[in-house]
């Protein structure tokens, strides 16, 4: 009787996720930026939800949830019910980096998520203080190997962006500059700007106006191809550097077990935000590269997860970085 | 000068249009009635705010965000008066002798006080934009973390002048100040200091979690054991502008105060908070009477709210001029740009003129708005007064809760400032004063980082200090400040085991 009864209640649960599933969203939304609202996580999530709540035909709401390098929001969303209610913007950092940095992470970005889809790549820059004695990769290199100890190099705190593709740029450059650690990329480059800190990698939004205001050089950028609002700046490959390709790339994921309905019309909506004209054009002014089709899929996203974690633990780790 | 006024006649030309016009009016009304709301500061009220402005073209929008910024600002500051809650570090210096002022039925002045020094000062802030912001940029590339360093420790020897009683117990209040700034995760290291594991002091402590506990909460619970102290406020109403006795004690702390805080706003990372904190030193050193200082001294509500509004301002020029934000509500402001499709740099004065000097002209628009709104809100918020406190005090309490979870929707944040509450009032009985521990609290952090930062980039040599110039001056001035700070003391000291 009893075993009647729990499964009469499993079947009615089941149909009551799909009735709702079939239906949603029929309130809005909720995604957990894990950054301060304005930084550039923040500001990709409100530009793509702008047109996903239009397919969806209801308001994605953005909290940000701030801490942590955005642990403290993704650990939250992922803990959240899985109803497609609670989404959350993840990144190379909170989805990649996370798990070495903090050693008691209590989500693995493998296994705790339903992955939606990529919504952005944000290239990362190579650049030095205006007065740095060289122009190219090629001779920042060459002073590298033989004034190496006396270089500085900035980051945005341990945990951010530039900080981990600053160890990762070091490791592939065989680098050991002297760290100075700055909370956010604002003062850090103010401090480049002024020529106080020497060179540093960061994401394109935050350093491209400080390279075509002349304030800062840039070396190279580290993606496959240029970027069209850096035109001059050449890819590392091209600069001649092999084994520095990174993007602090943007994705949407929902907590695991949401179900596939759900993901589908959320993946949908993210499709469509993507080749809305509008959506390309703001994103593509910030240095943000649109995702092809082939990998703005769930499938695609979760493969992106898994590489990127197995590329970023072992570079951490070795560089002995942990936020912990 | 013929270009600044044809820049000036672009930018009023934006401003002035109706619909810019109805915005920095809709900004700061908004701006002013969240800013009141205990521990919402203008950075929660912007980011809450934020997405009513993506309907608007980018100049528009960010015109209203500005007025939202301002309204926060002085919102926060009407707060500060009232019931002694400071929302953010700026406005824990209004607190001091505004809520004297209030307590003593002079809530009004204090209020009408403020919105007049600010509006002065963000009148004389904006002309210095438009007329220096380019050349004045300089100033924020020559504060490096040396001279940082030092512009913090001479900003912690006014902690020890802003004291009303015992030196060695303001001086014990800073250091817990910057003891508490230690905690979180270390910004070199990424090590996690006093957090005993727990996960949400990760990030250290939050300023407004502290003082709101600190302040506001602390403050309640001594109402409540004070029955005298919350009648006096609310029988005496009195004058609700001030009157020509209290603009002539005014007008020289406002002058003072808007120069302080323009300066001091230029600074990166948030050198804009010390600007109340050096005003009111300033003033309470060169009082005939500094004993009335902490009592309701207007020139204690007028230098530092003047200071505070020129601070606010020109904190906008290494943002529009160079686009780099110098604290956390610019970096916002940042954010708001680039979704509105305008990223921030060097570029933007050459590329979008009318957004550039729209906005410089906007500024001031948006500071006569707020003369405007509040002159007659006066009357309200001193009425606010008059409601029974044991009706009121609930209420401050629900928002307060309210307010502090917005910021980081956090539940621990809520339990933290009953916890800083109750050390607030042990303190308050002890007779430890908080404003000390603030400023060593919001000092801290900044004197340590940079103290590790010009460290390391000299590599480990404490003469770097005294090499760089400006660096040696401001330590120079902070010795000179606390031996004039201790020489009284000292003296009386040795008056007392004379007199035994």
Not at chain 1, 12 to 32: E, F, S, W
Not at chain 2, 197 to 216: T, W
Not at chain 2, 222 to 247: S, W
């Amino acid at each position: 009787m009893k075993k009647i009864a729990l499964a009469l209640a499993t079947v009615a649960g089941l149909a009551a996720t799909g009735a709702q599933a079939q239906d949603y969203p029929t309130r809005p939304i909720t995604m957990i930026v894990p950054f301060a609202a304005g930084g550039p996580t923040d500001v990709v999530a409100r530009i793509v939800t702008d047109h996903m709540s239009r397919t969806l035909g209801q308001q994605i709401v953005i909290e940000n949830v701030a801490g942590a390098g955005g642990t403290t929001g993704i650990t939250r969303g992922a803990q959240s019910q899985p109803d497609g209610y609670t989404i959350m913007m993840g990144h190379m950092g909170t989805h990649g980096a996370a798990p070495a940095l903090y050693p008691n992470l209590r989500y693995d970005p493998t296994k705790d998520f339903a992955p939606i889809g990529l919504a952005a790549g944000t290239p990362i820059v190579i650049v030095a203080k205006k007065d740095f004695p060289a122009n190219d990769l090629k001779g920042f290199l060459e002073y590298m190997q033989t004034n190496g100890e006396k270089v500085n190099m900035a980051h945005a705190g341990v945990g951010s962006v530039s900080h981990s593709t600053g160890i990762f740029f070091n490791s592939v450059i065989k680098a050991k500059p002297t760290m100075v650690a700055y909370r956010g990329t604002g003062p850090a480059l103010n401090d480049l700007m002024a020529n106080t800190v020497d060179y540093m990698t960061d994401q394109i939004v935050n350093v491209a106006p400080q390279i075509q205001g002349g304030n800062i050089k840039a070396f190279a950028i580290a993606t496959p191809e240029r970027s069209p609002v850096l035109p001059d700046v050449p890819t590392t490959k091209e600069a001649g550097l092999e084994g520095y390709e990174v993007s602090a790339w943007n994705a949407v994921f929902a907590p695991k077990d949401t179900p596939p309905e759900i993901v589908k019309k959320l993946n949908d909506a993210l499709v469509k935000s993507l080749d809305d004209e509008n959506t390309r054009k703001r994103l593509q002014e910030l240095g943000g590269v649109i995702p092809s089709a082939a990998e703005r899929t769930p499938e695609a996203l979760q493969k992106l997860v898994e590489s990127e974690v197995a590329r970023w633990t072992p570079v951490l780790k070795a560089a002995g970085a942990t936020a912990e | 000068m013929g270009d600044l006024l044809s820049n000036l006649s672009l930018g009023f030309g934006v401003a002035l249009s109706l619909q810019n016009l109805f915005l920095a009016f809709l900004g700061c009304l908004v701006g002013t009635l969240i800013g009141v709301l205990p521990g919402v500061g203008p950075i929660a009220t912007i980011a809450m705010l934020l997405p009513i402005t993506f309907g608007f073209d980018p100049t528009g929008a960010l015109i209203m965000l500005a007025g939202i910024y301002y309204g926060a600002q002085y919102g926060g500051s009407t707060t500060a008066i009232l019931v002694n809650i400071p929302g953010e570090a700026t406005s824990v210096v209004t607190a001091l002798d505004g809520h004297e002022m209030a307590r003593q039925g002079r809530a009004g002045v204090a209020l009408g006080i403020a919105a007049i020094g600010s509006f002065f000062a963000g009148t004389v802030a904006t002309i210095v934009i438009a007329a220096l912001g380019a050349p004045l940029t300089g100033l924020a590339l020559i504060f490096g973390p040396t001279e940082y360093f030092s512009l913090m420790v001479m900003g912690l020897v006014f902690a020890v002048v802003l004291a009303r009683g015992s030196i060695l117990k303001a001086v014990a209040m800073i250091l817990v100040g910057v003891l508490l700034s230690t905690v979180g995760l270390d910004l070199e290291t990424g090590e996690e200091r006093m957090t005993f594991g727990l996960p949400f002091l990760s990030d250290g402590i939050d300023f407004a979690v502290l003082a709101m506990g600190i302040f506001g909460i602390a403050e309640i619970m001594r109402n409540l054991d004070h029955t005298e102290h919350r009648e006096v406020v609310r029988q005496a109403i009195g004058r609700l502008l001030p009157n020509k006795e209290d603009f002539k004690q005014s007008y020289k702390p406002v002058l003072r105060g808007t120069f302080i805080g323009a300066l001091l706003g230029i600074l990166p990372g948030n050198g804009a908070v010390l600007g109340p904190f050096a005003s009111y030193t300033l003033e309470k050193k060169i009082a005939k009477d500094p004993r009335r200082f902490g009592r309701g001294a207007i020139e204690g509500v007028a230098g530092p709210e003047s200071a505070n509004n020129a601070g606010a301002q020109t904190s906008f020029i290494p943002l529009l001029t160079l686009g780099i934000p110098p604290n956390a509500v610019m970096a916002l402001m940042v954010g708001a740009m680039t979704i509105h499709g305008i990223i921030p740099g060097p570029q933007v004065m050459t590329k979008n003129p009318n957004l550039f000097w729209g906005m410089i002209a906007s500024m001031w628009i948006g500071n006569l708005m707020l003369l405007v709104i509040n002159l007659p809100m006066i009357g309200v918020w001193v009425r606010l007064l008059k409601v029974p406190y044991r009706m009121l005090f609930p209420a401050i309490l629900m928002f307060c809760c309210i307010g502090i979870y917005s910021v980081n929707s956090l539940p621990t944040d809520v339990m933290f400032i009953a916890l800083f509450g109750l050390v607030g009032y042990t303190l308050i009985k002890l007779g430890f004063e908080p404003a000390p521990m603030l400023l060593g609290f919001v000092l801290g952090k900044l004197m340590e980082e940079n103290l590790r930062r010009a460290l390391i980039l000299s590599r480990g040599s404490l003469s770097t200090f005294i090499d760089h110039p400006i660096s040696a001056s401001l330590l120079a001035v902070a010795a000179i400040l606390l031996i004039v700070a201790l020489l009284p003391s000292i003296r009386r000291g040795r008056d007392e085991v004379f007199t035994e």
